[in-house]
């Protein structure tokens, strides 16, 4: 089965840092995403990662540890545009496309002033 | 930059009627998918599309069900019979293999609401 687990929900300062983790158990593994969605929109690609350690892309960095089944996204200097949901999403399947993400529930982060 | 359009943005039925869910994927792209997201709930893996066949579904994906790539550019859901809990927005995404990452790119989502 799968499971993918984040919080709920966060807040933050504006020009702060905040990590949004995610956990997973699935019954295989080829990457894990993340994914921004405001309200009423589309999901929007963040990161990837597939092998273990930070990728890093401007403002937002994600890390991954295969063996613990966790990953972080980081958000630098937070801005009021970042309150979103941020979906962590795992592929299961092997390389070669045509394979289904696995979506957590989401973290809603509140921006604040 | 190239992005995956979905027509109509909102589509109101009666519940039995069938609808028709339209998709345009990202021109060079070669996987085609179709996800769900009830309100407040989690998006869902519906059904993955490849070389003019499903390559996988999710048990949500019943014989109500069926994906159909009619011409080069136009890829579409159709629901057969709508239920009330098939109210929900619906995301097609796209994907190929450039860099190795298949990173899947969702369109802006059809809302469905069936009443």
């Known amino acids: 089965g799968q499971n993918i687990d984040q919080p709920t929900e966060m807040t933050a300062t504006e020009g702060a840092i905040v990590q949004i983790n995610c956990t997973y158990q699935?019954?295989?593994?080829?990457?894990l995403f993340w994914y921004q969605q405001h309200a009423g929109e589309a999901p929007t690609f963040l990161s990837y990662n597939v092998l273990d350690g930070l990728e890093e892309k401007g403002r937002f960095s994600s890390f991954l540890s295969r063996s613990k089944g966790y990953s972080y996204l980081l958000l630098k200097e937070l801005q009021m545009k970042d309150s979103a949901s941020y979906l962590c999403a795992v592929r299961d399947g092997v390389t070669g496309g045509g394979n289904k993400l696995t979506f957590g529930t989401g973290t809603q982060l509140k921006v604040e002033l | 930059e190239p992005e995956v359009t979905q027509t109509p943005s909102h589509q109101v039925t009666q519940m039995g009627q069938e609808v028709i869910l339209r998709c345009v994927p990202i021109?060079?792209?070669?996987?085609f998918y179709w996800y769900r997201q009830i309100l407040g709930q989690k998006v869902e893996f519906l059904v993955s599309f490849y070389n003019n066949e499903i390559s996988e579904k999710s048990e949500i994906f019943d014989d109500q069900f069926s994906v159909e790539r009619p011409d080069g550019s136009n890829f579409t859901l159709k629901i057969r019979s709508t239920k009330l809990e098939d109210s929900a927005m619906y995301f097609c995404?796209?994907?190929?293999?450039?860099?190795?990452?298949?990173?899947?790119?969702f369109g802006p989502g059809t809302r469905l609401t069936v009443l």
């Open positions: 021109s060079n792209h070669l996987y």
């Open positions: 995404a796209s994907s190929d293999l450039a860099g190795g990452t298949d990173t899947q790119y």
């Open positions: 699935t019954s295989g593994f080829n990457g």
